[in-house]
C-alpha cells in the first residue's frame, strides 16, 4: 500500500514537472510570423515571442463642473476605500492619483447599476464607492440635487489603495438644501 502511495506522488510530481518545462519551452519558442523587418515600428528583440499588449484602462469622460459642488466635507464621516481603480488609473501612475480631497459624482445612466457613484479626483474618474454603500446614498444624493458632492479623502502610503470619507447617511439625511452649505472647490 505504502509502495503504491508513493508511485502516486511521483507520478504527481512527474506530470507537475512535465507541464512547467512545456511552459517553459513554449515561452522560448519563436513567434510563427516572424517580425516585419521593414516595419518601423518597433525594432525586433531576440527571443520575443508575443507582443506586449498595453494594459487596458477606461478613458474617463471629462470632469463635472465641480463649481458648484456641494460641499459634505463638515459631515461626519468614514473612510472607505475607492472601488474599481484599477480601471481608471493605472499601478504606475496612482503616485499621481489621490490626495485630500474627491468629489462623488451620481452616474443614474451607469448600465451596471443604477445607484452608481463615481469617485473624482480633480481631472479624472478614479473608481466607484462600493454598490451597497451606493444603494443607501444616492437615493439622498439624488434628493439633495447637486452635480457633484465635495469630500474628504487620503490617499494610501502604499498607493495600492484609495480611499473616500463618505458622510454617514444620517447627516445626508439631515442636509437641507440651501446656499450656505455649498462650498467653493478651489
Aim: a positive charge.
Amino acid at each position: 500500500m505504502g509502495a503504491l502511495l508513493v508511485l502516486a506522488c511521483l507520478c504527481l510530481i512527474g506530470v507537475i514537472a512535465g507541464r512547467a518545462l512545456w511552459r517553459a519551452t513554449d515561452r522560448l519558442k519563436p513567434p510563427l510570423d516572424p517580425p516585419d523587418p521593414t516595419s518601423p515600428s518597433r525594432p525586433a528583440t531576440a527571443g520575443a515571442h508575443r507582443p506586449q499588449r498595453p494594459k487596458a484602462t477606461r478613458p474617463s469622460p471629462l470632469p463635472p463642473d465641480f463649481a458648484d459642488a456641494l460641499d459634505l466635507r463638515q459631515l461626519s464621516a468614514g473612510r472607505h476605500r475607492v472601488k474599481g481603480t484599477f480601471a481608471y488609473v493605472p499601478a504606475g501612475r496612482r503616485r499621481d492619483v489621490g490626495g485630500i480631497e474627491y468629489w462623488l459624482v451620481r452616474e443614474p445612466s451607469n448600465p451596471h447599476d443604477s445607484n452608481a457613484v463615481a469617485v473624482w479626483d480633480t481631472t479624472r474618474k478614479v473608481g466607484y464607492i462600493s454598490a451597497a454603500k451606493a444603494s443607501l446614498l444616492a437615493p439622498e444624493l439624488d434628493r439633495v440635487n447637486a452635480p457633484a458632492f465635495r469630500v474628504n479623502g487620503e490617499s494610501s502610503a502604499d498607493k495600492i489603495a484609495l480611499h473616500v470619507h463618505l458622510p454617514h447617511i444620517k447627516g445626508v439625511r439631515a442636509l437641507q438644501i440651501n446656499s450656505s452649505t455649498k462650498g467653493d472647490t478651489e
